[in-house]
């Protein structure tokens, strides 16, 4: 069939359980949250180490975008590289840190739209992104790890959820 005029201007509808679950997100990634949770209850300048694949920045979407990557397909990779990242975070919390609650708040959200995302085929997805969704999942890539601050992580996840949820679920930016 012909690509209907959304898919033309490359805001493939968002299902409304994403954007309310992002919604729910963005209200949990605020700035104030962000920077007790994660800054603030760490020690100075402590990071954690991720794969070079799991950094996923605004700059990032806009030149895969610009590889004409599907917006679904890029919401299903922000979902993958954004639990990822908090996988991250909380394998270095002992359950009585502060931030242990919160970030467990945050992982059943993300579990919530793994459910949304369930519904995804690997095929469904550019092989671009496939190739990116299986590097993140597979332990051989440690090699080409970096060294990001907590605080960064759930920064690009919510400037990339931004970009990516914003116009079709009408996130306002508070």
């Known amino acids: 069939g012909c690509p209907g005029v959304l898919a033309v201007l490359g805001l493939e509808a968002a299902a409304p359980g994403e954007c309310e679950l992002t919604r729910l997100l963005q209200?949990?990634?605020?700035?104030?949250?962000?920077?007790?949770?994660?800054?603030h209850y760490f020690p100075i300048d402590y990071t954690v180490r991720v794969q070079y694949e799991e950094v996923l920045r605004p700059s990032n979407i806009t030149r895969l975008r610009n590889g004409t990557v599907s917006e679904a397909a890029l919401r299903y990779l922000w979902f993958h590289v954004s639990s990822q990242a908090l996988l991250r975070i909380r394998e270095v919390l002992p359950e009585k840190h502060p931030s242990w609650k919160y970030t467990q708040e945050l992982c059943q959200l993300f579990d919530a739209l793994?459910?949304?995302?369930?519904?995804?085929?690997?095929?469904?997805?550019?092989?671009?992104?496939?190739?990116?969704?299986k590097l993140i999942h597979s332990a051989g890539a440690e090699g080409r790890s970096k060294a990001v601050r907590?605080?960064?992580?759930?920064?690009?996840?919510l400037k990339v959820m931004r970009m990516l949820y914003g116009v079709p679920c009408e996130l306002g930016f508070g």
């Open 114 to 133: 793994g459910e949304e995302y369930s519904k995804y085929r690997q095929t469904d997805v550019e092989a671009v992104v496939a190739d990116l969704v």
């Open 150 to 157: 907590p605080k960064a992580l759930l920064d690009n996840c």
């Open 27 to 39: 209200d949990k990634l605020q700035y104030e949250m962000r920077l007790q949770y994660m800054k």
